[in-house]
């Protein structure tokens, strides 16, 4: 995801609108991956801010393909993100690495601007922290597997919690 950005570089305060695509990166959530299932879209709007300093603002969106914690159905998940980076005219030698990564420069070299990592990064932070098809999904039935999203399976699940067994049965003889 590479932005031109010769027609606005030298002229502070110019900018424009862009619209591109990139192929994203591999994502995980909770080390189950994702399978993309279109690039990742960007609008964003570049700014010549002075000091050879681009300011890049926008909106990235992907969706993936996904399958439920719960009920190990396959979902779609779409991933939205907004953000907004400065990049700064940098040589083509590579950065000295910064001691702490926020005070990590981002450059651009020449005419050209890559978004490709910092969108991917983004994108990375907004994945949800778990993988469920809705916040509603009953899951699978312990007992007999049934998907109960589909309907009741029948089974006996309500046995309580296991290891209370013995209280419950303590108050049986009291009664
Ligand atoms: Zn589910
Ligand atoms: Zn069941």
Redesign the pocket.
Known sequence: MIIDISTIKDTKGASFEVELEGPPEPMEVAGVPLKPMTPVHVVAKATSTGHKTILIQGKAKARFKAE?H??L?EFVLDVETGFEEQYHKGSARPQAVSEHEEDEILTYIGDFVDISKEVNSHLALALPIQL???AE?K?LCSVCGKNL?EGECGCSVDEGDIRLAPLRQLYEKQA
């Open positions: 439920c719960r009920c159905k469920v098809c809705s999904c899951g999203n």
